[in-house]
């Protein structure tokens, strides 16, 4: 699938027209006949791989099965029935590693079925003929849900428990539904306010109320954040829920831990990012002539190319081990340096020069000897005027006191339950797969089926 | 190179690729491009009395595969809708113009014995190298009395027949239909009625598919549609199948065979002509890429026969006749058992799902600790029924190996299971 190319013109500030495009659709979707097309390779495979490679196991062959024979709607509905943001894992899964790593044809051809994008052919279809809501609630339960965060997370376990019928209610801090749907993932994967869309669609099963700028907060802990802003303690939901579900993703990031590193030019990632993502106009974003950012993850080459296509003269990103190290795969590295991005590998950042704002950072060059990571003495300057921070995201954990927690993260059992009775907790705040949307989901559907049984069983 | 030239009821062609009567013959610009694309012959649309008939509009339907190719084609066109003068002085300029490529001229009329006699009297005087008689074409046609209204009755091909070998002296093809139950009946009264050859098969009476919003059959014509004639790639085994029955038959084995239906492809041909057919002719092929595929049965037949060691057409031909038997005639002590190369296995699993429930639970599944899946067939279950072996998307991946066990060719009539032989 080819990739839309990124407008660039060095030490030239770009016209707005140019970063419009840069952010329009990464890649188009495909036509009915590209559709057509892809679909029929498919070789429509027993237990197949596809499936198993899928965190939330949507039963792949069957729903190309079903493009190919004309059947989008079903499709869609074999696609939804499995994963509820199947809208947002096609555009956003790291497929490369997951569902199409696992494609029988890589075999034979090298070249597996396009998933994701057929994927999205198929909910794009559905979600655009703005029909009735393709499932069914069953009959009301009377029980009551509490959910907080309306991340992926949160809204799939609201949706299924809907399903399941019983009725939600989810506390959302901000102004918005969605989480990093709405407020993290990259621009071009996103466009068109896919995320509101998507939302909006998900809430049609009903029996699902999202209550804005309600925050949750520690037990003990005086009413924060800002004045729109009302807060619920967990005590509180646990008195008026039959059950509380936590999906409140990860709040905060990690710190370089250098001096100045609150200079003007140093801001965290995900922040320019979510600025990025709420800005009706892209072009109204200030980035940088010359931006490092400091990381090897998904966030990193998303921020990075984002500031590219934003016009940044350069943009170097700087890891301090080698590629086979970086989080991010090769699928979204080979995104970063077609967009012009300089990949800096063995290299520590050491210190923030500057006066007030940044204006250039040190970096030591690393090694490896017995397996360590140790500088080698040699450092060089890189010029800045923006850097950008994407080492890692962590778990806010100032609101969840009383809560058992291993790695930074609430523990909870195979049935999602917390060492709280009767609150559970899914998606990027507990250790289930790894940190994606899709996991996400998947958490979120199977804890709403623990919380069925949990309910059931009470 | 192996000679393409072929000779069929004595006319000598450069190569056995005609086109069969049909649009593609159906008038002077066609089949001169038909000739500058190195066909070797045509036979021309079929030609009826004047007054010419009149089409419909919305005539053909088409049955794809999922992959959108063409495996066959219906139509509801009717004989040649242009004068007949029309089309012989086409037939008589050609003729002189393309003094090395063959002309049949294709003619159906209602069963009169003069009609008949004076339409192809007047054919063959254009100048055709042989006449064809069209008994088969199964819609509109028939509604009237001809194609295979007359084709489906053995003592009417006769008659026919009989009756234009009476006034022409050109060779006379009959075309034969199989809308029939057994196609020798139909051969033999041609053979009776003095034929030169059989040209077979005129198309498959079908219907190709239904329009489920207008809820009538394709082609759909103001919101009806008609039977119509099926041809292309999916008729080729029905006709490969009745050519060889006319091969193999002891009464019609001396019948000159004008092999047509799917032929797409040299290998195609190649097939038709193991069967025992002189000639070839195409419509569907070409009607769907244009007359350049051709080329490309001219070269892939020639290298077929080069690397086989065959000369020429008439050392190839039939070669397959002798291999094909009744059941009864096989034998009932071969075994053979699938055999998976997992080197080249892709572990899609259609392999096992198919024999897993729709034949012999024969190929077993397991799931290795690190993931990876391996498909074994169990010798013991496995009845040799190849259908792992075409279901599997990877050449040659499921080989089908005889086993070698040293017991005599026996048949069914011979086989100590058979009642009927444990009776005598
Ligand atoms: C920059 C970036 C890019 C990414 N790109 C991808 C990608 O391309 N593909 C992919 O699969 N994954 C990607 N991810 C990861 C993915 O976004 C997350 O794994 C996923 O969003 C986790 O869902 P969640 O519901 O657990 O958390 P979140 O999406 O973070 O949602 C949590 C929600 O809870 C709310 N909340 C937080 N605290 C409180 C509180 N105290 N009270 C009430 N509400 C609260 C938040 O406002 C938010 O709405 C990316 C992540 C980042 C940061
Ligand atoms: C549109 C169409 C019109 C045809 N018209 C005639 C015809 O006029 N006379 C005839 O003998 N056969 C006619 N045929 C049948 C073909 O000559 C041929 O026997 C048949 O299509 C099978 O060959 P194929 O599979 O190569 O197409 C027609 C076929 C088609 C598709
Ligand atoms: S593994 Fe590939 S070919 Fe097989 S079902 Fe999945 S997508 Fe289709
Ligand atoms: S040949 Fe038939 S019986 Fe044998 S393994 Fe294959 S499918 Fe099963
Ligand atoms: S069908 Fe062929 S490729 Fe697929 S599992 Fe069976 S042997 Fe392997």
Known sequence: ?458 | MADLKCTIAGIESINPFWLASAPPTDKYINVVRAFEAGWGGVVWKTLGEDPPVVNVSSRYGAHKTGNRDIIGINNIELISDRPLETNLAEIRQIRKEWPDRIIIGSMMAVIEEKVWKDLAVKIAASGVHGIELNLGCPHGMCERGMGSAIGQVPEMVEKVTRWVKEVVDVPVFTKLTPNITNILWSAEAAQAGGADAVSLINTVNSIVSVDLDQMAPNPVVDGKGSHGGYCGLAVKPIALNMVAEISRNDETRDLEISAIGGIETWRDAAEFIALGAEGLQVCTAAMIYGFRIVDDMIAGLSGWMDEKGYKSISESCGMAVPNTVDWNALNMNFDTKAFIDPESCIECGRCHIACEDTAHQAIEFAVAEDGSRSFTVVDEECVGCNLCFHVCPVPDCIEMRPVENDKPYVTWPEHPLNAMKAAE
């Open chain 1, 1 to 458: 699938m080819s990739l839309k190319p990124c407008n660039a013109v060095n030490g030239v500030s770009l016209p707005k027209e140019a970063i419009d495009s840069n952010f329009s659709d990464l890649h188009d979707p495909l036509s009915a006949l590209q559709a057509k097309g892809e679909a029929d390779r498919c070789l429509y495979c027993y237990d197949a791989p596809c499936i198993q490679a899928c965190p939330t196991s949507i039963d792949i062959p069957t729903f190309i099965h079903q493009i190919r024979t004309g059947n989008i709607e079903g499709s869609a509905k074999t696609i939804l029935s499995a994963n509820i943001m199947g809208g947002t894992c096609a555009r956003a899964c790291p497929t490369e590693v997951l569902c199409e790593q696992a494609c029988v044809l890589n075999a034979s051809e090298e070249q597996p079925v396009e998933i994701g994008a057929l994927q999205r052919t198929a909910v794009d279809h559905l979600m655009a003929a703005h029909g009735p809501h393709p499932f069914k609630r069953a009959a009301e339960t009377g029980k009551r849900i509490a959910v907080v965060g309306a991340g992926p997370a949160g809204l799939s376990c609201a949706h299924r428990a809907a399903m399941l019928g019983h009725n939600v209610t989810i506390y959302e801090a901000k102004a918005k539904p969605g989480g990093l749907n709405e407020y993290g993932l990259a621009a071009y994967k996103m466009v068109d306010d896919f995320a509101q869309k998507e939302v909006a669609f998900l809430l049609g099963i009903g029996g699902i109320e999202i209550k804005y700028h309600q925050r949750l907060r520690c037990a003990q802990g005086a009413p924060q954040g800002d004045a729109q802003e009302d807060t619920v303690s967990l005590d509180e939901l646990r008195d008026t829920f039959d059950v509380v579900y936590i999906g409140v993703g990860l709040g905060s990031t990690n710190a370089l831990q250098l001096e100045g590193e609150d200079k003007d030019g140093i801001l965290d990632a995900v922040d320019f990012i979510e600025d990025l993502r709420q800005a009706s106009e892209k072009s109204s974003i200030v980035v940088g002539d010359d931006v490092i950012v400091i990381g090897a993850g998904n966030t990193a080459i998303d921020a990075a190319v984002q500031a590219k296509r934003l016009g940044a003269n350069t943009v170097t990103l700087v890891y301090r081990r080698g590629e086979e190290n970086m989080s991010a795969t090769d699928w979204e590295v080979n995104l970063a340096r077609t967009n012009g991005v300089n990949i800096r590998l063995w290299s520590a950042p050491t210190a923030i020069k500057g006066n007030g704002r940044v204006e250039a950072m040190s970096f030591e060059s690393m090694t490896v000897s017995d397996g360590k990571l140790i500088g080698s003495g040699k450092s060089f300057d890189l010029p800045a005027d923006m850097v950008l921070k994407a080492i890692g995201q962590k778990l806010d954990a100032s609101m969840l006191d009383g809560f058992e927690m291993s790695g930074g993260k609430i523990t909870v059992g195979d049935n999602f339950e917390t060492s709280i009775a009767g609150v559970f907790a899914g998606g990027d705040c507990i250790k289930s797969g790894d940190d994606l949307t899709v996991q996400a989901v998947e958490d979120g559907k199977q804890a709403a089926h623990a919380i069925d049984a949990y309910l059931a069983a009470k």
